[in-house]
């Protein structure tokens, strides 16, 4: 509605997390995002392509579709002096259709994943607990020094960056599909604007299958088992997966183009040229999505 940000609170809004160090805020099935510069002028140059390329219809009227989140806004604050963003949340907090903001709440596991397909890949959350992050930053000589200095959270960051680099998810062979035409689509879009370092958002919910929020999810998901969340059956267990691309408004820069050779001895980096990303995005994550999962009709019997 058009009213989404009437009742939002830019006091609420805390560090969220990247590099750059910009606000954020969850607000229902809404992030709000402080815009640095780089991103504020972006998305000014490309709107009306974005725009575009998120609405494309096929000859038939029906929408190609897109990974790539949905700005929904973009707006100026006079009170904070500072640009925003509203965008719908990818990852949202998986409650089953139709029972709304006080319905249950899933009690299984559910992890999150912010993945680049490169070094920079990490896990937000594990078994519904966050992940707390512990950067190794080139002034911290101690932790240069071995693992033996690092702290437990710093060690339980590492192991959530091999565990996102490492995990592989599950879906029918018409969800991977879906996703592999997404992703090449979007990705061909974003290196042609010469856009790069944007990450693929996963949130994987797992719910045993006498559990009442998988049959609610089951029941919502027959015969619509290809439209995010994809929802499927694996290894016995009902899995909802929420999918989508966020942080795609970085250019290629003169500045980028130094911390690329300043890395040079870093392996897997992020920091490359907008077609290498997008290649190296394509090639992961269609590879990182394996066409063995159940459809929800052919297991669920509803």
């Not at 707006?75 to 990818?90: I, Q």
């Not at 912010?114 to 070094?119: E, F, Q």
């Not at 059956?233 to 942080?247: A, E, F, R, S, W």
Request: proline share 4%.
């Amino acid at each position: 509605p058009d009213s989404f940000l009437f009742d939002f609170d830019f006091n609420k809004m805390g560090a969220g997390g990247g590099k750059g160090g910009n606000l954020l805020a969850i607000h229902g099935d809404y992030v709000v995002k402080e815009m640095n510069t780089t991103d504020h002028n972006t998305l000014l140059n490309c709107a009306k392509l974005y725009a575009d390329h998120v609405l494309m219809e096929d000859r038939n009227g029906n929408q190609y579709g897109t990974m790539l989140c949905k700005v929904l806004c973009h707006f100026y604050d006079p009170s904070t002096g500072k640009n925003f963003m509203a965008m719908d949340n990818v990852t949202p907090n998986p409650v089953p259709p139709g029972l709304g903001d006080k319905g249950r709440r899933p009690s299984a596991n559910r992890s999150t994943y912010d993945l680049k397909g490169c070094a920079d890949d990490k896990t937000l959350t594990w078994n519904n607990e966050k992940v707390n992050e512990v950067h190794k930053r080139v002034w911290n000589a101690g932790m240069w020094c071995g693992q033996c200095l690092w702290s437990k959270e710093r060690k339980n960051y590492y192991a959530g960056k091999l565990n996102a680099a490492n995990t592989d998810f599950h879906v029918t062979e018409t969800q991977k599909e879906k996703i592999e035409m997404w992703i090449k689509r979007d990705c061909t879009f974003l290196s042609d604007l010469g856009l790069m370092d944007y990450s693929l958002m996963v949130s994987c919910l797992t719910l045993e299958r006498g559990d009442p929020d998988a049959e609610a999810w089951l029941n919502a998901a027959a015969g619509n088992e290809d439209s995010v969340p994809f929802v499927s059956m694996y290894d016995g267990k009902v899995q909802v997966l929420h999918v989508g691309i966020i942080d795609f408004l970085q250019d290629w820069t003169f500045t980028k183009n130094i911390a690329m050779c300043i890395k040079f001895l870093e392996c897997n980096k992020a920091t490359i040229p907008p077609g290498w990303y997008a290649a190296r995005f394509i090639e992961t994550f269609c590879w990182k999505f394996n066409a063995d999962a159940q459809e929800v009709a052919a297991s669920a019997g509803v």
